[in-house]
């Protein structure tokens, strides 16, 4: 496993996410539903009641690729300027989008730097081809110089 840092400007490219999910008060298991009734959680094993937690995608942009990540929790509704019951209220009660124009004004020419770990898959000997080159110096008389192979990866 690697660690990379990154550099590069946030988003907001999709609008039409849910920005938030809802979780048992207790163990904070996350629930496919966008009812607040009261139900039984079979991870704490008690009835609870479902609560809003802030959770949305931003992408990160870099000038060699965009990759997506989570923003859950105060940071998501610190960048939201929002509650989280104020964003379920907005997208689950009243079925409206959120309004991100500030959120777009305030991203803009922001960077941030993101730690990521990523699985480092080497080269597999299937894919690597080696071959020897020549060059040629000093006399026509003298053999050939060989360089050490280099590996390439196949196309």
Same mark, same amino acid.
């Given at each position: ?56 995608? !931003? ?5 060699? +690729? *965009? $990759? @997506?990540?989570?923003? #859950?929790?105060?940071?998501?509704? /610190? %960048? ?44 597999? !000997? ?5 071959? +020897? *080159? $020549? @060059?040629?110096?000093? #006399?026509?008389?003298?053999?050939? /110089? %060989? ?9």
């Amino acid at each position: 496993m690697g660690v990379f840092y990154v550099e590069a400007e946030m988003a907001v490219l999709d609008e039409f996410q849910d920005f938030c999910v809802l979780e048992c008060s207790g163990c904070k298991q996350k629930k496919r539903t966008k009812d607040r009734k009261d139900f039984d959680c079979s991870k704490c094993n008690r009835k609870t009641a479902l609560v809003p937690r802030c959770s949305f995608q !931003i992408d990160l942009i870099d000038n060699t +690729a *965009t $990759t @997506t990540t989570s923003i #859950s929790a105060e940071l998501g509704e /610190k %960048i939201l300027s929002m509650t989280a019951e104020d964003i379920f209220d907005i997208t689950c009660t009243k079925r409206q989008s959120l309004s991100l124009t500030h959120v777009h004004e305030m991203l803009s020419n922001k960077t941030t730097t993101d730690r990521t770990s990523k699985k480092i898959k080497p080269l597999e !000997i299937s894919e690597v081809e080696v071959m +020897a *080159t $020549t @060059t040629a110096t000093g #006399s026509s008389n003298a053999p050939p /110089k %060989i360089e050490p192979p280099t590996p390439t990866k196949k196309v």
